[in-house]
């Protein structure tokens, strides 16, 4: 199969151009770095040549609403338009679990966010979103974001994190599938409090830093409820644990 990653060379995009090309796929890594700017539509058209299908695992630097939704705007009008000028049969984007709830929250980027997926869904292409719950890769940013001298103050919400490669092969299961014109939620087998889950990561790594649930935390500027980076029933459970992604990972 013939596949474009928009994104390619990022940490999802990487580990899926390798996993999509061990399982035969002809796959174009497309980002800034390979020439391809899905923003300015720089070498697009010839990166999305051919392709049966489009992954846009790119993601903004901006976490502000306007410079995100620009971004985001722009981008996926690209893919889309350049896209069914090139015949790509299926789009697929990777989002967040609870996007929606962020967005109302009045969260900037989430806003941004659900945007790009409304461009999607009223776009007309066969689609698929895949939503994923927070990388186990982010854990250590999160937690030194969130520190104030010794401390680490962290939002009290509940997570469900799932690692990276985790994210990826969903990604590639969904990108060879058929378009399935909604969203697929993807999540770790646990479920965590920031601040132990933070705790955790920062023994492993002998930092003696405290760690403090803070309940008037944002996540990327939204104010949120316990449960809402929660994914629903019909979730589909990563197989990597957070101790077993550590204990490779470092």
Same mark, same amino acid.
């Given at each position: 199969m013939n596949i474009t990653v928009v994104g390619g060379t990022g940490l999802i995009g990487t580990l899926l151009v %390798?996993?999509?090309?061990?399982?035969?796929?002809? $796959?174009v890594s497309a980002a800034r770095a390979t020439g391809v700017n899905s923003y300015t539509a720089e070498g697009l058209p010839e990166a999305l040549d051919g392709a049966q299908a489009v992954v846009d695992v790119?993601?903004?630097s901006y976490i502000d609403e306007a410079a995100a939704r620009e971004f985001f705007y722009v981008s996926t009008m690209n893919l889309l338009s350049y896209g069914a000028a090139a015949g790509v049969a299926h789009h697929v984007a990777l989002s967040v679990v609870g996007t929606d709830r962020l967005a109302r929250a009045e969260g900037g980027y989430f806003? %941004?966010?659900a945007e790009q997926e409304r461009?999607? $869904?009223?776009s007309g292409a066969a689609f698929t979103l895949v939503h994923a719950t927070q990388f186990f890769e982010f854990v250590r940013s999160i937690t030194d974001a969130a520190t104030r001298?010794?401390?680490?103050?962290?939002a009290a919400a509940r997570i469900q994190p799932m690692a990276a490669r985790d994210v990826a092969a969903a990604?590639?299961?969904a990108a060879t599938g058929a378009p399935q014109g909604g969203i697929v939620e993807h999540a770790g087998p646990e479920v965590f409090e920031p601040r132990a889950l933070a705790e955790r990561e920062?023994?492993?790594r002998r930092d003696d830093r405290q760690v403090e649930a803070d309940p008037l935390g944002t996540y990327f500027g939204a104010r949120i409820g316990r449960d809402d980076l929660l994914p629903g029933a019909g979730v589909r459970i990563a197989p990597t644990r957070f101790d077993d992604w550590l204990a490779s990972s470092h």
């Amino acid at each position: 199969m013939n596949i474009t990653v928009v994104g390619g060379t990022g940490l999802i995009g990487t580990l899926l151009v %390798a996993h999509l090309r061990r399982e035969g796929h002809q $796959v174009v890594s497309a980002a800034r770095a390979t020439g391809v700017n899905s923003y300015t539509a720089e070498g697009l058209p010839e990166a999305l040549d051919g392709a049966q299908a489009v992954v846009d695992v790119s993601n903004s630097s901006y976490i502000d609403e306007a410079a995100a939704r620009e971004f985001f705007y722009v981008s996926t009008m690209n893919l889309l338009s350049y896209g069914a000028a090139a015949g790509v049969a299926h789009h697929v984007a990777l989002s967040v679990v609870g996007t929606d709830r962020l967005a109302r929250a009045e969260g900037g980027y989430f806003q %941004a966010k659900a945007e790009q997926e409304r461009l999607i $869904v009223g776009s007309g292409a066969a689609f698929t979103l895949v939503h994923a719950t927070q990388f186990f890769e982010f854990v250590r940013s999160i937690t030194d974001a969130a520190t104030r001298g010794p401390v680490a103050r962290v939002a009290a919400a509940r997570i469900q994190p799932m690692a990276a490669r985790d994210v990826a092969a969903a990604v590639a299961v969904a990108a060879t599938g058929a378009p399935q014109g909604g969203i697929v939620e993807h999540a770790g087998p646990e479920v965590f409090e920031p601040r132990a889950l933070a705790e955790r990561e920062l023994l492993h790594r002998r930092d003696d830093r405290q760690v403090e649930a803070d309940p008037l935390g944002t996540y990327f500027g939204a104010r949120i409820g316990r449960d809402d980076l929660l994914p629903g029933a019909g979730v589909r459970i990563a197989p990597t644990r957070f101790d077993d992604w550590l204990a490779s990972s470092h």
